[in-house]
């Protein structure tokens, strides 16, 4: 690269290695010199987008060379942009979505894709030569290209959950969607709105609210004991009861310290007199009846003893308990 001149080196650095033809001939290099190199000395990445190596392109790389094809007003977008924002629970395809002005057209080119929009994302975020399309509009992106209704939920859950948009911002863009293309979404964010904070607890309060037997539930209340100290927030509450649901995934707390951990803090509630149910996220999809029952005849047993002095508060403020 010293061989370049300074303009070139300058954008060189700026953007990972990678190069745009029109950048090159606009600092003065020559096109002979561009088609003899692209493709032996330097990895054609995109269309007329170089990489100044025979190495392949890093995921970071990757983006840059989508965002330097779709044009400077192009941003990373649906689940490329979800992912940068911390969305985890996302393939990894190594593809990069991105999101033009409707002036420009959808196009595809190898691992990247641009689509056109006419929706105005006043929030879109810079990180040097990365554009990202606002946390709220990629989750809704993301959410709307998934392919069940079950990874739809998961993404706008994962999202509120762990405060990537809130759910105003992401109730704002569902709505922005032409109806048709919104209609698939409303489900994954009541889910988002419950206040659970995963797919399977999203399914058990869904579950519980279907029982006329069992009270109004709250998703991960904070608890203080009669002493006011804080108890586990449980995945879910019965409050006239005072009564505990946990969800236990022994995949998720797949190592023995971290199980023995989870059953100890469950002890905690118990020993402050509340009645604890734990259910797995497989029996909720595969036996919903048989776990409803169950927690039915819990929660009887739950009503036929003294409340103990436990209080509940909210986590979300549009929860509030029966």
């Known amino acids: 690269m010293d061989s370049f001149p300074p303009e070139v080196r300058d954008v060189l650095s700026r953007q990972d290695s990678l190069v745009t033809r029109q950048q090159l001939i606009t ?32 995921q970071r790389q990757r983006n840059i060379a989508g965002l330097l094809w779709a044009g400077p007003a192009s941003v990373l977008a649906g689940p490329t942009a ?24 959808s196009r595809t080119k190898a691992f990247a894709s641009c689509r056109s929009s006419a ?34 939920s ?7 959950q762990r405060d990537i ?43 519980i609210a279907s029982s006329p037997v069992l009270s109004q539930p709250l998703a991960n209340p904070h608890l203080v004991d ?16 005072a009564m505990a649901v946990m969800v236990h995934s022994h995949t998720h707390h797949s ?30 999809r595969t036996e919903p009846a048989t776990v409803l029952e169950r927690l039915e005849r819990t929660y009887a047993m739950a009503r036929s003893r003294p409340r103990p002095d436990v209080v509940a508060t909210p986590r979300y403020p549009w929860h509030h308990a029966a």
Do not use: K
């Open 226 to 241: 009669a002493g006011g100290q804080p108890l586990l927030s449980p995945d879910v509450w019965l409050d006239d009861v």
């Open 27 to 58: 600092n003065g290099v020559s096109t002979a010199a561009v088609r003899w190199n692209a493709g032996r000395n330097w990895r054609v990445v995109l269309p007329f987008v170089y990489l100044m190596t025979r190495a392949e392109p890093t």
């Open 165 to 207: 948009a809130t759910l105003d911002d992401l109730t704002e863009w569902v709505l922005r969607l032409r109806p048709r293309d919104a209609v698939a979404l409303h489900p994954a964010l009541a889910e988002a709105a419950s206040g659970a904070w995963s797919l399977p607890e999203a399914e058990l309060l869904e579950l």
């Open 255 to 284: 190592q023995g310290e971290q199980w023995d951990s989870t059953v100890e803090r469950d002890g905690g509630l118990v020993e402050a007199g509340v009645i604890v149910a734990g259910v797995t996220p497989r029996r909720i």
């Open 154 to 160: 998961a993404i706008l859950i994962e999202a509120v």
């Open 82 to 105: 979800a992912r940068l924002h911390g969305i985890r629970g996302l393939p990894d395809d190594q593809a990069v979505h991105l999101l033009v002005p409707a002036t420009q057209r």
């Open 119 to 152: 929706l105005h994302d006043p929030d879109v975020v810079t990180r040097g030569v990365i554009r990202i399309a606002s946390p709220a509009r990629a989750c809704v992106d993301a959410a709307h290209s998934a392919r069940t209704a079950g990874e739809r």
